[in-house]
Structure formats: C-alpha cells, structure tokens
C-alpha cells in the first residue's frame, strides 16, 4: 500500500520538522470486545493478522478491515473499533509521530454505545 490518505479519504498531515520516531504495537481484541472512543494526532497504519476488525467514526462511517488486510487510520477523527466476529482479532499498527507524541486520546466522554444511537 502506499497513500497519502485515510480510509475514510481524509489527506494525512504534513510531516512535522522535529525528531521522529516509528512505534509499533500489537494488539489483541477478543470476540465481542469494543475499543473506547479515541483519535490520533499522529500518522498510524497497520493490518490485521487474524480475525476482522469495525472501525466506527463519530459519524457513523463504517469500514470493516479482514485478515491480511491493512488500513490507513484517520487523524484527528474520533472513532472506535470492534471485534463484531467469533475469533480474536490481532491487529498490528504502526505509528509514525514526533518523539514522545501520545499515539491516541481518548474520549471517555462519549458513551459506549454512541454510534448505535445515531
């Protein structure tokens, strides 16, 4: 994959003039499982391993990333993420962000079930 966009085809931000650095975490969400409200301020891409994984945004755009497929997040667009499937999903990412930049905020304002609402 190479882009300069989103998956929900926002342009990414341009690249900051200070000491970068590249993290890389795995993540595991078990069936069932609903990730909090959160957004990114810094550049993140990844894939998922195993499983299928549903990225939900404030407005309700939905995308759906499956096995061996990889996604582009959004920054700056507050959104979630949940394992709708039987099987746990293992999602690598990989952030790109000024040297010691938080990889996510979370907004534990919004309830759980806020995109059902809509």
């Known amino acids: 994959m190479r882009t300069s966009r989103s998956w929900d085809g ?4 341009d690249f900051p003039h200070e000491e970068a ?4 975490v795995r993540y595991e969400f078990a069936p069932g499982e609903k990730l909090g409200w959160h957004h990114h301020e810094v550049i993140n891409f990844g894939f998922v391993q195993q499983g ?17 497929e990889a996604v582009v ?7 979630h993420g ?9 999602l690598y990412m990989f952030y790109v962000a000024p ?4 990889l996510s905020v979370q907004h534990p304002e919004i309830p759980a079930d806020y995109s059902k609402r809509r």
Do not use: R
Not at 82 to 90: A, C, H, K, M, Q
Not at 99 to 102: A, L, R, V
């Open 21 to 24: 650095e590249i993290v890389s």
């Open 73 to 79: 997040e959004m920054v700056g667009t507050i959104h």
């Open 99 to 102: 040297k010691g930049t938080p």
């Open 82 to 90: 949940e394992n709708n499937g039987t099987e746990t999903v293992i």
């Open 52 to 68: 299928e994984l549903t990225i939900i945004d404030i407005n309700g755009n939905v995308k759906v990333v499956g096995q061996g």
């Open 10 to 13: 926002a342009p990414l931000p």
